[in-house]
C-alpha cells in the first residue's frame, strides 16, 4: 500500500519554496477526483475544509478521504510563479519512505491538462471555490 507521507511532503515544501505558489497532491491514476491543495503562499491546509486532514486514530494523512492506494500512486505537484512546476512520486510503504522526481514527458502533459482543465492555467482552486 502506498500511503501519503506528511513528513516527505512537508519536507520537500519546505526545500523548495523559494516561487512557490501552491503545493497539490493526488493520486497519480486517478488525479482530479483525488487531488487537493495542501500549501499556498499563506500556508499549510491540513484541515478538514481544504481535504487534507491527519486524523487521530490512526495518524495518517488522509486526501480526499483516502490515506494511500494498493495501485495509484502518491504525487506532489509544486506550481512556482516564473518556473515550470515540479511533480514528484512521493509516499511511504512497507519499504519505507519513497521520493522521486517525476519525469515522463506524456504524463506530464496530462497533468497539465487536468490541471488547466479543472483549476484554470495559474493554479489549484481550493475547494471552496468551488461554488463561484
Known sequence: MKNYSLSLIHKYIEENKEGLISAVI???????????????????????????????????????????????TPQLVLHYENKPKKIFDIYEDDGGEIIKPFNDPA???????????FFGKTGFHKRDDDDD
Not at 497519480?28 to 486532514?53: L, M, R
Not at 504524463?107 to 482543465?117: A, P, R
Open 26 to 72: 493526488g493520486m497519480y491514476e486517478d488525479w482530479s477526483p483525488t487531488a487537493e491543495e495542501v500549501w499556498d503562499k499563506e500556508g499549510y491546509h491540513i484541515d478538514e475544509e481544504y481535504g487534507c486532514i491527519k486524523t487521530e486514530e490512526d495518524n495518517k494523512l488522509r486526501v480526499a478521504g483516502i490515506c494511500g492506494s494498493g495501485w495509484a
Open 107 to 117: 504524463s506530464k502533459m496530462f497533468v497539465d491538462m487536468i490541471d488547466n482543465m
